[in-house]
């Protein structure tokens, strides 16, 4: 019996019949019970149509129209797995910052589930990349890591390898007035393409809108987003 | 970063400022060796398969020492051995005014003994015999011998218990604190005090390293916390475990005389253990369900709180902690006050100097309270005492927390179980046990 990559007690696992009779492969979890409820998935309940959080209605929340005010003609449609909450959080500091890359594997299926089924005909998935120096020393781009068996395009890059500040050190207002770090890296223009942008959080939306600009101006109709945690 | 900060320790080199690392180029050795099918990490010595340590970009990382930052192929380790270069001590570093017990002072002087030998060597004391009072002519006697000494243990809590003692118990000593939570950055010092992990950073650095309550978790079960000691130690080096609930590993070693012990009976107030009180209870699970408490439970809390007695209540899971909390405060007095703790509960230390403090009078807590947390004539009841998370040394040490005072010797002790089980018999029997040992050692 495995033991769980969070807590380290050994997982129970209940064989059930839906199970059974499903027919899938069994797959070992790699969470326990205990820990996956410290997890609160963002099921298609009522959520922002911008950002995609949890919320009481389904207007776009104050971040949203605040995009929309800024002059963004469409906003990303974001939508996102689970809420960023305590577990998650901590869950980001382990997998990302520790860079324990094994932590991958909780979230993998679902998530890459979670990216498919949303696929519709002729769009492009785009992952947010991590600029060199970063990917040096983590040695891994934690989107890509969430995802198995999806084909992805390498459309976005840093423009520079000079140091540039994680967005996770700044400050709300900082993060607000940072300048776009990505260009196109496509070798052929994007003509009337849909993208899905992808991304491990969605935090103040900054980041993505960047990846969406970049998209626009290289001919890209529409750039939507999925992001594990919101 | 000073040079001496080096001294004993075995650092990532993350760990080690830039200009310090060109200077120790010499000193650095890999932090990762690759074999066929799997990594050996330098730091903490664990194997780790290959495809389970592989990162995208081609390197490799080990997954087992991750708290203490990342160990990967590009990284190296960097030590410079310990020098002892400690200023001499004129007199005494002990300002501690007690005394110790006839017995206890029996116990501690085959403690002074046992550090003249290397080797390991186990001091076996009850739950509230005096533990770290009996180490002090120990460890005076070290730090006189311009030894480095170490007090390590599996748990945060009791290290952060020992720190404030031993920094008055030794004024002229300046300990360092290590751990996972400590604000305190690192300086070189004669003495530490640090968790089971944190002596993976270390590397024959010590002469003498003690491991208190050496039965816990994390650090029981564990090879590489073992392997981590056994390193940080100097290899003529001295290491001392204290427990007051040996496992049976230990036990065996005692038997077969591989493992040199001294061995405590008796708590320092010289009044046996509290026996537990094991009550069937059969429905007390769908009583609370129902929000009752049955009615013996209730009498019983009802005569503790009229005595004026704080006492803890433990339970098996986290998810009853709120649940049992609710039941306490509908059918208890409303001057009772109580509140519920667990593990990473963020209030914890409040709580816990609440109780102290006498603003509570009970706390409802999963087994996190079953060590090194002492409060003064406090009495214990464990529902469930017979769920699988009560093991038997975990009951041992919980009935243990009870008449820890000179004032009131003994407590109450209950122990509520729907079934007989083995757990529950052996921990009274061990207590039992202990206390005919208690009572010939008494009785001369
Ligand atoms: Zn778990
Ligand atoms: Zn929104
Ligand atoms: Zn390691």
Not at chain 2, 119 to 145: C, D, I, N
């Amino acid at each position: 019996m495995d033991k769980c990559l969070i807590c380290g007690r050994e997982i129970k696992v209940a064989l059930d019949l839906k199970w059974l009779f499903s027919l899938q492969p069994f797959k070992e979890p790699v969470i326990c019970h205990n820990c996956e409820k410290n997890f609160k998935a963002i099921s298609d309940k009522q959520t922002c149509p911008g950002c995609g959080r949890l919320q009481d209605d389904q207007l776009p929340c104050k971040d949203c129209q605040r995009w929309s005010k800024m002059g963004e003609a469409a906003l990303l449609g974001n939508r996102a797995l689970y809420v960023y909450n305590e577990a998650m959080k901590s869950y980001m500091q382990r997998y990302k910052f520790n860079g324990d890359y094994q932590w991958r594997l909780i979230f993998q299926d679902k998530f890459s589930q979670f990216v498919t089924k949303s696929y519709c005909k002729n769009v492009l998935y785009v992952l947010i990349p991590v600029d060199q120096i970063t990917y040096k020393t983590r040695g891994f781009n934690q989107v890509s890591g969430l995802l198995q068996n999806v084909k992805v395009s390498n459309l976005l890059a840093f423009k520079t390898t000079k140091a540039h500040i994680k967005q996770s050190t700044k400050t709300r207002q900082a993060r607000m007035e940072t300048a776009q770090p990505f260009k196109y890296c496509g070798k052929k223009r994007l003509t009337g393409q849909k993208v899905i942008l992808i991304d491990d959080i969605y935090t103040t939306g900054r980041t993505l809108y960047h990846a969406k600009h970049v998209l626009q101006q290289n001919g890209a109709s529409q750039v939507r987003s999925l992001t594990l945690a919101r | 970063m000073e040079l001496n900060e080096l001294y004993g320790r075995l650092l990532l080199d993350t760990e080690v400022p830039a200009d310090l690392k060109k200077e120790l180029i010499k000193n650095s050795r890999p932090a990762l060796i690759q074999h066929e099918n799997y990594i050996e990490c330098q730091r903490c010595l664990s194997k780790t398969l290959k495809n389970k340590a592989r990162l995208p970009n081609g390197a490799y990382y080990c997954p087992k020492c991750i708290l203490l930052g990342r160990v990967a192929s590009n990284n190296k380790l960097y030590h410079l051995p310990e020098k002892n270069l400690f200023s001499s001590l004129e007199c005494s570093p002990l300002v501690w005014q007690g005394k110790l017990s006839l017995f206890q002072q029996q116990c501690s002087d085959q403690l002074r003994k046992a550090v003249d030998r290397s080797g390991e060597y186990l001091m076996w004391a009850v739950t509230g015999a005096g533990k770290t009072e009996m180490l002090f002519p120990t460890l005076e006697k070290v730090l006189l011998q311009r030894k480095r000494v170490c007090l390590a243990s599996p748990r945060v809590d009791v290290c952060n218990e020992l720190y404030p003692r031993i920094c008055t118990a030794f004024t002229a000593i300046d300990p360092v604190l290590l751990h996972g939570h400590s604000k305190k950055s690192y300086h070189y010092s004669q003495l530490t005090i640090c968790t089971t992990h944190q002596l993976l950073r270390f590397l024959g650095a010590f002469d003498l390293l003690i491991i208190d309550e050496v039965d816990a978790f994390p650090f029981t079960n564990n090879e590489m916390l073992k392997q981590a000691a056994r390193r940080a130690l100097k290899p003529n080096g001295t290491l001392i475990f204290l427990t007051a609930t040996p496992t049976q590993e230990l036990l065996g070693k005692i038997e077969r005389h591989q493992l040199a012990a001294s061995y405590l009976p008796l708590r320092f107030h010289r009044h046996l253990l509290p026996v537990p009180q094991v009550w069937f209870c059969g429905r007390w699970q769908d009583k609370m369900y129902c929000q009752k408490l049955p009615v013996k439970l209730k009498s019983e809390l009802n005569r503790w709180i009229d005595e004026g007695f704080p006492f803890l209540v433990f339970v098996s899971r986290l998810e009853l902690l709120a649940p049992v909390l609710r039941v306490l405060e509908a059918n208890l007095p409303a001057k009772a006050k109580g509140d519920s703790v667990f593990s990473a509960d963020p209030k914890r230390i409040n709580k816990v100097q609440e109780m102290r403090d006498h603003k509570l009078n009970y706390l409802v807590t999963t087994t996190i309270l079953e060590r090194g947390v002492t409060f003064p004539s406090l009495n214990v009841m464990v529902l469930g005492a017979d769920e699988k998370t009560f093991s038997t040394t975990a009951l041992v040490q919980i009935a243990g927390r009870a008449g820890r005072s000179q004032k009131r010797p003994n407590g109450d002790v209950i122990f509520v179980c729907t079934d007989q089980v083995k757990n529950v018999r052996k921990a009274v029997k061990q207590i039992r046990e202990l206390n005919k040992k208690g009572k010939r050692l008494l009785n001369g």
